[in-house]
């Protein structure tokens, strides 16, 4: 886990283009955090037929993805702080190719269409140009997430009451980064100054590869919004935000996971996961020096009370500026008797000036104990797959690190939709021991499984083991694609991966180049009889045999109904490449393998895969 937000550049990630020969890095197809029912109480609710008055205001620092309804009339944007490294505060408005459900458009294009809008409620604008009204915002291209071309745009609309109908007032096109800009746009024009005044912005896309590759065609051309002021009394230089707030999201308390088992860190993990510092990511957006306090509180959610408060003073900071304060955390997590823990970590800003917005003071995270590891933060900003020609056995593989002797029950991963269900092929989940910093010896090869996706928040599936796979120290886990086609896997493009993400290709595990890390989990603990994906457990595992075992020249499976013309088996060795395909299954000639330790995958002649073996070829 990476304490400090990573600050990526995306000229290092090229949408729709090979990355290293065969890693291909995308954008999301769609985003289940917009299609999952929301659960916090939004801002006080507007009916439709009402009339807002001046200021409007919104910097977006709720949690809830969608904007608020009590301000705007749709909810096609996304609401979330983790697309862009320049914010103001800790929330903006991301426009992209995604509609209010988080599927691409049906109308999307390689041409520009009209993707997002957001449109203010009706807004009382019965004044005069004396009465000097100004709209500003901010606006970013691109943010960590694709860049819009040239030919791509963001534009503001103003709507006319008296004449119902909108007028285009301000673009912006794409084509180079450049962090947040602001806008002052001055409202002068009769037709506006009327009560019943609207404005909307809407974002123009157009999508690479929707064609040619539909699996690797998805979201592009994000824009981020910010800190949106219509009031009077206004002028060109009236720029300064008047506020201290947080901007970059809260992390994990320990070293390495964002989270992990309960028992692993109960048991053996404390000393070296808990974390010894925490960070504070905030800025005085005002032009003058500010005095601040910052304070943390944990609390044990599962216990309702609060495990420790723990304040750190106030000192001053400057006009302007960004800071990334590093304090000392002189706390452990305390952990009972039970199976899953959660503590509410919030971070809290004290700034002794009555104007500023209090609602971006403070930030929140949930720290897990659960049953599985993971790196990512739960949110994908990107797409990640291995593609193109040699990559129909690429496997792609994260580590972990097991602090005891447990067990694997299954993998968990948040897949990408495509466009046209270009994505739903099948794969093999997997497991591999650890060789000095890559992938070793296969452990574990699971059921053949279809991709999928879910419109569960975090758009996470778990694809679970027939048997427990034991492991201790480093292990990996991923998958194993079946065709060349596309595997479109999210990306957490704020966490880097650090050395624990690999790809196998070719006959060679290579360390990864992606600027991010995949939504990929080991999840721990013993399994049941199902899949939660939908599969049906392989049964008579068991039953399955290599005989003889050890064999110089030829080895014949022993089957748990007798039946020897019905199956067929794939040979691996154990860099995952396939050096022997047979339909026989007795008396299966091994004899120009170079000794060693192999795997055998039995499927049905229906392609099904029933059993996972291991067998050694002596001298």
């Not at 290092?12 to 769609?30: A, K, P, S, W």
């Not at 910010?226 to 201290?244: A, S, Y």
């Not at 008396?587 to 029933?610: A, H």
Request: glycine share 8%; hydrophobic share 35%.
């Amino acid at each position: 886990m990476d304490k400090v937000r990573s600050i990526i550049i995306l000229s290092l990630l090229v949408f729709t283009i090979d990355v290293n020969g065969q890693e291909v890095i995308t954008g999301v197809m769609n985003n289940p955090s917009l299609a999952a029912p929301e659960k916090v109480v939004k801002k006080t609710r507007v009916k439709s037929s009402s009339i807002l008055s001046l200021p409007f205001y919104d910097d977006f620092s709720y949690k809830q993805f969608a904007p608020a309804s009590g301000l705007w009339s749709d909810r096609y944007v996304f609401i979330n702080n983790t697309f862009s490294t320049d914010q103001r505060n800790q929330g903006m408005a991301t426009f992209d190719a995604l509609d209010q459900n988080g599927d691409l458009y049906a109308r999307a294009t390689a041409i520009p269409f009209a993707a997002d809008t957001l449109t203010s409620l009706p807004i009382n604008l019965a004044y005069t140009p004396a009465d000097s009204l100004y709209l500003s915002f901010l606006y970013e291209p691109g943010g960590i997430a694709d860049l819009p071309e040239t030919n791509d745009s963001l534009t503001l609309e103003f709507y006319a009451p008296e004449e119902g109908m909108w007028h285009s007032v301000w673009r912006a096109n794409g084509g180079a980064k450049q962090g947040f800009k602001r806008a002052m746009i001055g409202i002068t024009h009769s037709r506006y100054l009327k009560s019943g005044f609207k404005f909307r912005f809407t974002n123009y896309a157009s999508l690479s590869g929707i064609v040619s590759e539909p699996s690797k065609a998805g979201n592009a051309d994000e824009w981020n919004l910010d800190c949106i002021l219509l009031n009077k009394g206004r002028n060109l230089n009236d720029t300064v935000m008047e506020d201290v707030a947080m901007t970059l999201p809260l992390r994990s308390l320990l070293n390495n996971y964002e989270a992990m088992p309960y028992n692993q860190f109960k048991e053996k993990a404390f000393w070296v996961e808990m974390g010894s510092w925490f960070y504070f990511d905030f800025i005085n957006n005002d032009n003058e020096g500010r005095k601040i306090d910052r304070s943390v509180i944990i609390k044990d959610v599962y216990k309702n009370k609060t495990a420790q408060l723990i304040n750190y003073g106030a000192a001053n900071y400057s006009a302007g500026t960004s800071y990334n304060i590093k304090d000392t955390l002189q706390y452990t997590f305390q952990l009972v008797s039970s199976d899953s823990a959660l503590f509410q970590i919030k971070s809290c800003l004290g700034t002794y000036n009555t104007t500023d917005s209090l609602q971006n003071d403070t930030l929140v995270f949930n720290q897990v104990f659960s049953n599985y590891f993971a790196y990512d933060d739960g949110s994908k900003e990107a797409g990640y797959g291995i593609n193109g020609e040699g990559s129909d056995n690429a496997m792609v593989a994260m580590r972990y690190r097991s602090y005891m002797v447990d067990s694997v029950a299954g993998i968990s991963i948040c897949f990408n939709d495509a466009y046209n269900n270009a994505n739903r092929k099948y794969f093999y989940p997997m497991v591999w021991s650890d060789d000095n910093g890559k992938p070793g010896e296969i452990l574990a090869t699971g059921d053949e499984s279809i991709v999928k996706t879910t419109t569960a928040h975090n758009g996470f599936v778990t694809y679970k083991f027939s048997k427990s796979v034991p492991v201790s120290d480093y292990f990996w886990v991923g998958w194993k694609q079946l065709s060349e086609t596309y595997l479109n896997a999210g990306l957490d493009i704020n966490t880097l991966p650090r050395g624990r993400q690999y790809y196998w290709i070719n006959g060679n595990w290579n360390e990864s180049s992606a600027p991010g890390t995949i939504l990929l989990r080991a999840v721990m603990g013993s399994v049941g009889t199902t899949t939660s994906t939908g599969d049906n457990p392989v049964t008579n595992r068991e039953r399955f045999s290599i005989y003889p075992n050890p064999s110089t020249d030829q080895i014949t499976l022993s089957t748990p109904d007798g039946d020897t013309e019905n199956y067929r088996l794939t040979i691996y060795n154990l860099a995952g490449s396939i050096v022997l395909l047979s339909d026989n299954i007795t008396g299966v000639d091994i004899s120009s393998l170079t000794p060693g330790c192999y795997f055998v995958i039995v499927k049905t002649t229906g392609n099904k895969s029933v059993a996972t073996l291991k067998f050694i070829k002596a001298n």
